[in-house]
């Protein structure tokens, strides 16, 4: 009897275990699905994030928050159509081709000759007025050598012989004009063209060149800018509210056959300016070295750094994306599609007023009220969405939506700090528009030698993006600011910034001797 107990028990043991690995098993293979889906959605699916919240009564959560229903996709049977076009006018669209330009273009003019006034009868044609075609055309890029040609001339009563000094180059012994050193960089750092493939370009139209005197020419040009890159860094250190990044690049050898794994940390300024600083390491460390006397708000992803780096920091406010916050919902989208919809949708209310303050132009307190009166309701009914999630029994650790929910009810209060104060942006989206440039460049430079030329490379795309950000013309900027850096009084090295330089100099920029 007793043999008949144990073996019964160890059977419903056994039973148990069983059912335990089965769940485990589950769990497990939804979890890899999961991953599985997410890599399917980087390599094939939509880059896009936005989305249109849908407008879904039995939401209860989403009172008040209604989105404008789509309009219906029946035609109906008449319409009328109103509308008013803009008159057309030589500055902007020059002929019915749509053909638009401005006055920075260079103009061609062919004359085309008329047969009938060039024949015997001549004489009984007259022309009474011109048609104009107009044609987009591209020249072939090409290079050009400088020959300067000094007389010497000598003086006849005491023979002293005199020579015209030759014109400055950027540094002594220099072959090389402004004109080719900001192109080549503007082709690299703007355009993503490695210098070995301008290498190729230069050989092929009869220059040559090694790829070492390329890369040294880089090295020295960058050399030049990194004052200015200090001084654009030291502004944007004193902005009351500063968004910050970072972004993964290959750069110096760890052992034969691999590299080491550095990081850029691009820091976005309050006015509009950005400079990509590097670091061998993720760590709060570089926040310490970077940041030392912060003391505003700074807005960043979940990254544990930051908060790390603002323990430290009694003044200083810590703000959180929420553009991060969603991504962590779009990857548990899968798992229980009506559930995140819900979630996705209080979420779209907040972007959306913030398209609304943007379409009024609030700023100051009236953006501080506005955020108060409309996005505090939306974020506490979001929030409050998550508690009710949070007692459901049927969720478990592992599961996705359980990630998401952790995520954003962890960093809560630094989700909210945007509400009180209107100089905090709603996400990290502006600063992730201008480090596109990394990895954009990555696809074709791949990885930094060394360590000294990923830390060239941030200083060069410093300047470069902060033109972007403010309008300038790249390589008008480059070959006026390194031939003026030389000259201009290092306590005014800011006014050399794109910010200021636009200001300044970009009405009367410092040009090349060579005729474009």
């Given at each position: 009897?007793?043999?008949?107990?144990?073996?019964?028990?160890?059977?419903?043991?056994?039973?148990?275990?069983?059912?335990?690995?089965?769940?485990?098993?589950?769990?497990?293979?939804?979890?890899?699905?999961?991953?599985?889906?997410?890599?399917?959605?980087?390599?094939?699916?939509?880059?896009?994030?936005?989305?249109?919240?849908?407008?879904?009564?039995?939401?209860?959560?989403?009172?008040?928050?209604?989105?404008?229903?789509?309009?219906?996709?029946?035609?109906?049977?008449?319409?009328?159509?109103?509308?008013?076009?803009?008159?057309?006018?030589?500055?902007?669209?020059?002929?019915?081709?749509g053909l638009r330009f401005n006055d920075s273009v260079p103009v061609q003019v062919i004359e085309m000759p008329a047969p009938e006034l060039e024949g015997d009868d001549a004489d009984d044609y007259e022309?009474?007025?011109?048609?104009?075609?107009?044609?987009?055309?591209?020249?072939?890029?090409?290079y050009v050598v400088l020959k300067y040609v000094r007389p010497v001339v000598k003086r006849k009563d005491t023979g002293k012989i005199h020579s015209p000094p030759a014109p400055t180059g950027l540094w002594?012994?220099?072959?090389?004009?402004?004109?080719?050193?900001?192109?080549?960089?503007?082709?690299?750092?703007?355009?993503?063209?490695?210098?070995?493939?301008?290498?190729?370009?230069?050989?092929?139209?009869?220059?040559?060149?090694?790829?070492?005197?390329?890369?040294?020419?880089?090295?020295?040009?960058?050399?030049?800018?990194?004052?200015?890159?200090?001084?654009?860094?030291?502004?944007?250190?004193?902005?009351?509210?500063?968004?910050?990044?970072?972004?993964?690049?290959?750069?110096?050898?760890?052992?034969?056959?691999?590299?080491?794994?550095?990081?850029?940390?691009?820091?976005?300024?309050?006015?509009?300016?950005?400079?990509?600083?590097?670091?061998?390491?993720?760590?709060?460390?570089?926040?310490?070295?970077?940041?030392?006397?912060?003391?505003?708000?700074?807005?960043?992803?979940?990254?544990?750094?930051?908060?790390?780096?603002?323990?430290?920091?009694?003044?200083?406010?810590?703000?959180?994306?929420?553009?991060?916050?969603?991504?962590?919902?779009?990857?548990?989208?899968?798992?229980?599609?009506?559930?995140?919809?819900?979630?996705?949708?209080?979420?779209?209310?907040?972007?959306?007023?913030?398209?609304?303050?943007?379409?009024?132009?609030?700023?100051?307190?009236?953006?501080?009220?506005?955020?108060?009166?409309?996005?505090?309701?939306?974020?506490?009914?979001?929030?409050?969405?998550?508690?009710?999630?949070?007692?459901?029994?049927?969720?478990?650790?592992?599961?996705?939506?359980?990630?998401?929910?952790?995520?954003?009810?962890?960093?809560?209060?630094?989700?909210?700090?945007?509400?009180?104060?209107?100089?905090?942006?709603?996400?990290?989206?502006?600063?992730?528009?201008?480090?596109?440039?990394?990895?954009?460049?990555?696809?074709?430079?791949?990885?930094?030698?060394?360590?000294?030329?990923?830390?060239?490379?941030?200083?060069?795309?410093?300047?470069?993006?902060?033109?972007?950000?403010?309008?300038?013309?790249?390589?008008?900027?480059?070959?006026?600011?390194?031939?003026?850096?030389?000259?201009?009084?290092?306590?005014?090295?800011?006014?050399?910034?794109?910010?200021?330089?636009?200001?300044?100099?970009?009405d009367n920029p410092m040009r090349s001797d060579v005729i474009v």
């Amino acid at each position: 009897m007793k043999q008949a107990l144990s073996s019964a028990k160890d059977g419903q043991d056994e039973v148990l275990s069983l059912r335990r690995e089965l769940r485990d098993s589950h769990t497990r293979i939804e979890s890899l699905e999961h991953q599985l889906e997410w890599f399917k959605r980087q390599l094939f699916g939509r880059k896009s994030e936005k989305r249109q919240p849908e407008d879904i009564p039995e939401q209860p959560l989403l009172a008040g928050f209604e989105v404008e229903p789509a309009p219906s996709s029946k035609a109906a049977d008449t319409e009328t159509i109103r509308y008013t076009r803009r008159k057309q006018r030589g500055d902007d669209c020059v002929n019915d081709s749509g053909l638009r330009f401005n006055d920075s273009v260079p103009v061609q003019v062919i004359e085309m000759p008329a047969p009938e006034l060039e024949g015997d009868d001549a004489d009984d044609y007259e022309v009474i007025s011109e048609k104009v075609t107009w044609r987009l055309a591209q020249r072939q890029t090409s290079y050009v050598v400088l020959k300067y040609v000094r007389p010497v001339v000598k003086r006849k009563d005491t023979g002293k012989i005199h020579s015209p000094p030759a014109p400055t180059g950027l540094w002594d012994s220099a072959i090389v004009d402004v004109s080719f050193i900001a192109g080549m960089l503007v082709e690299k750092f703007i355009y993503h063209m490695p210098l070995y493939r301008q290498h190729q370009k230069l050989g092929r139209d009869g220059i040559v060149l090694s790829r070492e005197t390329l890369t040294q020419w880089c090295h020295r040009a960058i050399g030049l800018l990194e004052p200015i890159h200090q001084a654009q860094l030291r502004h944007i250190l004193q902005s009351k509210t500063l968004c910050i990044d970072e972004t993964p690049v290959k750069a110096g050898r760890n052992k034969k056959g691999t590299m080491s794994l550095g990081w850029y940390w691009p820091i976005y300024g309050e006015d509009d300016e950005v400079a990509f600083t590097f670091s061998t390491t993720r760590g709060s460390r570089h926040l310490v070295e970077t940041l030392p006397d912060f003391t505003g708000t700074l807005l960043s992803d979940g990254h544990g750094a930051y908060t790390k780096f603002l323990r430290r920091i009694e003044e200083a406010e810590h703000a959180q994306c929420w553009t991060h916050g969603r991504r962590e919902f779009v990857r548990a989208e899968k798992s229980e599609p009506e559930t995140i919809a819900q979630a996705l949708d209080l979420i779209g209310v907040l972007f959306r007023i913030e398209k609304e303050i943007r379409d009024k132009a609030l700023t100051g307190e009236a953006k501080r009220a506005y955020r108060q009166a409309h996005a505090k309701p939306a974020v506490d009914a979001f929030f409050a969405w998550c508690d009710d999630q949070c007692q459901r029994m049927d969720l478990e650790p592992s599961y996705p939506l359980t990630k998401a929910l952790k995520y954003v009810r962890k960093r809560e209060q630094a989700l909210r700090v945007y509400l009180d104060n209107p100089d905090v942006p709603i996400d990290t989206n502006h600063l992730e528009r201008t480090l596109r440039v990394i990895p954009m460049g990555k696809k074709a430079w791949l990885f930094c030698w060394t360590e000294v030329g990923a830390k060239l490379v941030g200083i060069v795309q410093s300047l470069l993006t902060t033109c972007r950000l403010h309008g300038v013309n790249p390589t008008t900027y480059l070959t006026d600011v390194l031939q003026r850096v030389a000259v201009h009084p290092a306590a005014d090295v800011e006014q050399l910034t794109p910010r200021l330089w636009k200001q300044h100099f970009a009405d009367n920029p410092m040009r090349s001797d060579v005729i474009v």
